[in-house]
Nanobody, 126 residues
């Protein structure tokens, strides 16, 4: 059974950086496409970034391009989300999610994802 667990949520100040980790168990990361999503208070969950299983190509939501970077460490079975120049709009619960191995393409829609972690809270405030 594929499982995902997020780590690294914290309170940071505007302008600071933070790295989230998503540890996957039950399947090798090289065969699974993984995405990062977030849900701000009172809003729908939305996709931030994705890294493809097949060639590690990446996809970003327009609003975080240039500030967020997704990467993976196959040996550690972990996907990271590096967030820089953070602002109050980045305050949210962040989730990692994965597609079943038959589907490799990156998607930033919740409907495309089959497995979810429980989330980690990130707060950006002074």
């Amino acid at each position: 059974q594929l499982r995902l667990e997020e780590f690294g949520g914290a309170r940071v100040q505007p302008g600071e950086s933070l790295r989230l980790s998503c540890v996957m168990t039950g399947l090798g990361l090289e065969g699974v496409t993984v995405g990062w999503f977030r849900q701000q208070p009172g809003k729908e969950r939305e996709g931030m970034s994705c890294i493809s299983a097949s060639d590690a190509s990446t996809l970003y939501q327009e609003s975080v391009k240039g500030r967020f970077t997704i990467s993976r460490d196959i040996a550690k079975n972990t996907v990271y989300l590096e967030m820089t120049r953070m602002n109050s709009e980045d305050t949210a619960t962040y989730y990692c999610a994965a597609r079943i191995p038959q589907f490799k393409a990156c998607k930033l829609t919740t409907a495309a994802m089959d497995y979810w972690g429980k989330g980690t809270l990130v707060t950006v405030s002074t």
